[in-house]
């Protein structure tokens, strides 16, 4: 049985799970709308594969007789000076989502819930594959540049870094 500080505190990485869906998924429509397939397809994906690791959490709250509670999700922003821009938040939002897991590791070996500490490191190992791969990116953009032909190229390379469909990577 979970404590009531766990179950909130998975609660509350439920609620970031999907937040991090809808940022995705809007910054996916940004990159439609701008002629960015490539990178709106890529973050599409993404959106997908957040929504793994809410119903990862989700399931894993109910198996231990938790409560699901589900929040209010704000909206995420909408409006973006460039590609750049992007994958520099997505970037903070990695860490942000890092230091949150990191926390609920911290908070269950408090609490000496193994269960949970073994749970969340998937999560750990995920959010480390997560950072290097937007850091990845933002170095692309750095390298290549975003002008004219550099942001079709990266539009191209963006596009074959998209995640696997069963939101396994």
Request: hydrophobic letters at 40%; one cysteine or more.
């Amino acid at each position: 049985m979970l404590s009531p500080k766990i179950v909130t505190l998975l609660n509350d990485q439920v609620a970031l799970e999907q937040f991090s869906s809808n940022l995705y998924l809007q910054m996916s429509s940004w990159c439609d709308h701008t002629g960015l397939q490539g990178c709106a397809s890529f973050l599409k994906a993404h959106a997908a594969e957040e929504l793994v690791h809410m119903h990862k959490l989700f399931e894993y709250l109910n198996e231990t007789g938790a409560k699901v509670l589900l929040q209010t999700i704000k909206a995420p922003p909408s409006d973006f000076k460039d590609l750049a821009e992007i994958f520099e938040k997505v970037y903070e939002h990695e860490i942000f989502i890092t230091k949150s897991i990191n926390g609920i590791l911290a908070a269950s070996l408090d609490e000496k819930d193994f269960s949970t500490f073994k749970f969340l490191q998937w999560f750990s190992t995920e959010q480390h594959e997560e950072e290097n791969l937007f850091k990845t990116i933002l170095d692309k953009i750095k390298i290549i540049g975003m002008d004219g032909k550099g942001i079709y190229y990266l539009d191209k390379e963006i596009r074959k870094m998209a995640p696997s469909p069963a939101g396994n990577s």
